[in-house]
């Protein structure tokens, strides 16, 4: 675990190049726009993109064949890539919190809880979409994989336009539903979406295992 | 060492069965066509393709049961995949030490700079020889006790091929029992560097020798049609029709210069006793 978590992060920092130009767009992104949720979440997912990356640097020239057979396991392997992207997008999500909090504080726009809330909330977003990426990252590798992500995104989206018409042709109130969330305790609700994002997040790593346990080299 | 029993694995077109022993303190080496199925026993052997069938023990253990601890005592060189072009001399030290207890980062850095590979170049960067040696380096620096080497003087020229024998028989000499199994198309290597040789062809060893044994006692004997008619073909393994006459592979040399002293009986190569094994007829 320890030497992979190396290789990573020896290849990112090969990508300093691309990190220096994000977090100079972070800057100019904090001096222009007002709305501090999407610079955290586009740094958040930046974060991630490293781990994506790094899947790709491993399958490029059949280099998966020769990784496997170090001492490392199929299983180990999910682990690092999944705590390396909580790794970086974490550190990156800490990064643009504080940007969004100086931010948030020179401007006059947000208090420090307003930053605070907004940055908290986006973690269970952050989280599912980690969770969604990373499986198909792994089954189907760099470009296939992006794409096939990209399009189940677009396949949960449906399927919540579809189950928002059945409700309504079947009249349940689903607004009220979501009016009865709505008045519920902001820090309650954030809890529990995180812990159901932690829950599908460890459900993805599972089916990641599978899927590198199922992959020949 | 290693033991494989009836090792299956079936593509489209191409079945393997596979079974082959690497005693302790021993250097066997696997010879056989592109596609004859070298790369597939070595995956296979290695768990990056599931078999279909058969079984493969590896330092007395299963495979299947192999644990990180246990992959810490092999070394592996395959000859299309190595580390990521873009990490260096230096990140792949720093991997090694995090992955391997028994590194020894002191002998990693003096082979290097015996073999001329410079710390902070990127790997993409190298030539063919200078990555086939930093595959090998690698392999060799962590005082495993069993190495699988697929083809890993593919593509060097005569003086690099020689530096990496060289090295692999100074690693033999550290430790008695240590083994290697090596595969490659380069017959003069495996001719110096072997104890025994297994050859495989259509995904099935048809060969198994020693190397001293193969190189005394297999001869090829070149016979006209008389001499070919008169001739005692209890010891002929293989024979086949010519342009003068007849072709025949032996593993009883000096029975014929013995008793056949008139017809021509040539050494026997690696090369020779491959050729005739897949193109000869069996007697």
Redesign the interface.
Known sequence: MKGLLQKDFRLMVKQSKFFTTIAFITVIFAGVVENISFIISYLTFIGFMFTLSTISYDEFDNGNAFLFSLPITRRGYVVEKYGFGLLMGGSCWIFATLIAVVCGQVRRTNSINDSLAVAFMIIPVMLLLLAIILPFQLKFGGEKGRIAAIAMVGIVFIVFLGVAKITKTMHIDLSGLLNRIETMDTRMLGVAAIAVSIGVLLLSGRISVTIMEKKEF | MLKIEHLKKTYDNFSLDCSLRIQPGAVTGLIGQNGAGKSVTF?AI?????ADGGKVTILGKDIQDFS??D??R?G?V?S????????DVR?VI???????ETFDQKFFMKQAQKFGLPMNKKIKEFSTGMKAKLKVLTAISHKAKLL?LDEPTVGLDVVARDELLEALREFMEEEEDRSILISSHISSDLETLCDDLYMIHDGKIIFHEDTDVLLSDYALLKVNDSQYAALDKQYILRHRKENFGHCCLTNQKQYYLDNFPQIAIEKGTVDEVITMMIRGVEE
């Open positions: 995956k290695l768990g990056l393709i599931k990180v601890k992959k810490q092999l592996v395959l299309d995949s190595g580390f990521s072009g873009y990490l990140d720093s991997i090694l030490k995090n992955l391997y699988i």
